[in-house]
């Protein structure tokens, strides 16, 4: 067989529509904190139908952003998914909190309701969902959970951008919701975030931590001491984006449809190829929603997980996993969850594995990763 190019699991798309855009601001007055900030806030506050959108430096940024706002700190206790990247649970930690790991359902990889109920305590203070993959958690059930114990909820939504569920765009639907604008996630600005909301009052306290904790509002200042005159009310941090990244980043929300109807072809035909695969378990799709597909998950049950991800490596196709439980990084286990074991999250780490999935990734691309992992699943 010929020299096959790397497929990666994940690539940004950058055209040079994007390119131009960025280019227009180098050339303006504004590199950061001008006009693309909030043109590329309102963008996104529109696709999804939330009123507030505040755009951060990256997906961790709006994380910590939000439990900010929601008021988390010491002696609080949020409960996320292990199965995630560790800034889902690492936000809480910043603001002095406690996260807590609730179980997956094994059938769709989100966190379980159920193990949710199980792990409240009176000092349950929020609930981080995470659409792992792009597929929407129950969102329902977790607002009904939030409702009878007043819990705040922050949906971390960073491969959810674009993604339904029962009608509604992911980061319409919760107290707050964030998004990640790395390279491999649904639209990029190379690094960036960003924080969506309906309230008001979580609104004001999201645009004071992004910088400083600093207002030159009139409407919020305590006193005026003249036209110069500026406050920091609260412990802020320069978490600031550029104006060249919102540049990119409005020029990506154009084409954000686009992105989603590849991924969803693509997954489309994985599915189709893979589902009678004996050794392979695809990924459960339901029909109340409308996953971003920003991951296609398999697990690979007879065959040695690690032989599997070594073999595929070796044809070139970057295979992932996503994720190794939080609570196993030696930072956790060393910090009070060297006992914590969820089930069903080990289970599904054992097995799992990400394919390459990316809205540039060639159907004859594709067709070569689907008959390595047959192949190698045979
Ligand atoms: C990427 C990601 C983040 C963090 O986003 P950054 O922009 O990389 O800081 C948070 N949560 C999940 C689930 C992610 O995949």
């Known amino acids: 067989m010929g020299e096959k190019a790397y497929i990666p699991y994940a690539k940004q798309s950058v055209d040079e529509d994007d390119i131009r855009e960025v280019v227009q601001v180098l050339r303006s007055d504004y590199l950061t904190t001008g006009p693309k900030i909030e043109e590329f806030e309102h963008t996104v506050a529109e696709y999804v139908g939330a009123k507030y959108a505040v755009a951060v430096s990256n997906g961790t940024a709006a994380l910590h952003a939000a439990c900010f706002a929601a008021g988390i700190g010491r002696g609080d206790e949020v409960i996320t998914s292990p199965v995630t990247f560790a800034a889902s649970s690492n936000c809480v930690l910043y603001c002095g909190g406690t996260p807590v790991f ?42 009904r959970i939030a409702e009878e114990n007043h819990l ?17 765009k992911i980061g319409a639907l919760s107290d707050m919701t964030t998004f990640s604008f790395h390279p491999v996630k649904p639209v990029t600005t190379g690094e960036g975030g960003m924080i969506l909301t309906d309230s008001e009052q979580l609104y004001q306290k999201l645009l004071l ?25 609260c412990l802020g941090y320069n978490y600031r984006i550029t104006d060249i990244q919102c540049a990119l980043g409005i020029s990506q929300m154009r084409k954000l449809d686009l992105f989603l109807a590849k991924r969803r072809e693509l997954a489309r035909r994985y599915h189709e190829a893979l589902s009678d695969c004996g050794d392979i ?15 296609y998950i398999i697990q690979v049950l007879r065959h040695d997980r690690r032989e599997f991800f070594e073999k595929m490596r070796e044809k070139g196709i970057g295979v992932n996993v996503h994720y190794i439980p939080v609570y196993r990084h030696p930072y956790y286990r060393e910090h009070g969850y060297k006992d914590t074991h969820c089930v069903n999250a080990e289970k599904l780490y054992k ?19 689907i008959d390595s992992v047959r192949q190698a699943a045979g």
């Open 152 to 168: 705040i909820v922050i949906e971390d939504g960073a491969h959810a951008l674009g993604a339904g569920y029962k009608g509604k």
């Open 209 to 233: 931590f992004r910088s400083h904790g600093i207002t030159r509002d009139a409407d919020f200042l305590k006193e005026d001491q003249g036209p110069w005159y500026y406050e920091q009310q």
């Open 281 to 295: 378990i695809v990924p459960y799709q339901s029909e109340e929603v409308d996953s971003g597909w920003h991951l």
């Open 351 to 369: 097995h799992m594995l990400s394919l390459p999935l990316y809205p540039s990734l060639s159907f004859e691309d594709q067709k070569y990763v």
């Open 102 to 143: 609730a179980d997956i359902d094994a059938r769709t990889y989100n966190i379980d309701p159920e193990d949710i109920r199980r792990k409240i305590t009176c000092r349950t203070k929020a609930i981080i969902p995470v659409h792992l993959a792009g597929q929407p958690c129950d969102m329902d059930e977790i607002h």
